[in-house]
């Protein structure tokens, strides 16, 4: 038994989960998720080391080699790390909250028993539903983004292309703390995000048009 131990249910009331069977944890399953989203974290910081690390080989013109599209690589990395990280992160808050509903449950401070498929994919939680809505919001956006980053990178400038692409994963780094809180505070992350890509995307068109 290293994380969990798989057995069969007793009877129908047992049946909390989308499986047929029960979980009996001997570690935490939000550890998991957990030492996955520390993984990917020091990925990170290691590639962030190397972006600085390079930042006088970005050129200012639009890329022309392989080697013109590395400061580019290393943006896309991190958009890709920190969706992941949002992903893991769902199942992780999930995971803590059932937690902490059947410890209320167990301790009588709630009368209806906490299903874990009920408190996933329901609506009244409070934490899993913006984590939902990080990863979510996330997974919508990336898609224009990297393909409006690559866009400028090749028409217009690797450099802006760079600036461009660290300002919107800043942006979208808090989209959770600012979805907490609703609007306006939310505009502070998702119109800044918006601006980043539509700018990237209007200067490629008007680089084009220009040819």
């Known amino acids: 038994r290293i994380f969990a131990e798989y057995h069969r249910p007793k009877s129908n009331s047992e049946s909390e989960y989308l499986t047929p069977f029960s979980i009996k944890m001997a570690i935490p399953l939000q550890y998991l998720p957990l030492s996955t989203i520390l993984f990917l974290a020091v990925g990170l910081v290691y590639i962030l080391y190397l972006a600085v690390k390079s930042r006088g080989d970005v050129i200012s013109g639009p890329a022309s080699t392989v080697h013109d599209y590395i400061p580019v690589v290393y943006v896309i990395a991190v958009a890709m790390i920190m969706h992941f990280i949002f992903l893991f992160n769902q199942s992780a808050v999930v995971f803590l909250e059932f937690n902490q509903a059947r410890q209320a449950y167990r301790e009588k401070k709630v009368d209806e028993k906490p299903s874990l498929p009920a408190l996933k994919y329901g609506l009244d939680n409070v934490n899993i539903r913006v984590a939902n809505r990080l990863a979510g919001n996330f997974s919508e956006q990336i898609i224009p983004f990297l393909l409006s980053l690559h866009l400028y990178a090749t028409f217009v400038s690797v450099r802006g292309a760079v600036l461009f692409g ?17 609007v306006p505070v939310l505009f502070l992350s998702t119109i800044p995000a918006y601006c980043c890509v539509w700018g990237m995307i209007g200067g490629t068109i008007y680089e084009v048009s220009r040819k």
Not at 166 to 182: I, M, P, T, V
């Open 166 to 182: 660290w300002a919107w994963l800043f942006f979208r780094s808090y989209y959770g703390w600012a979805f907490k809180r609703g």
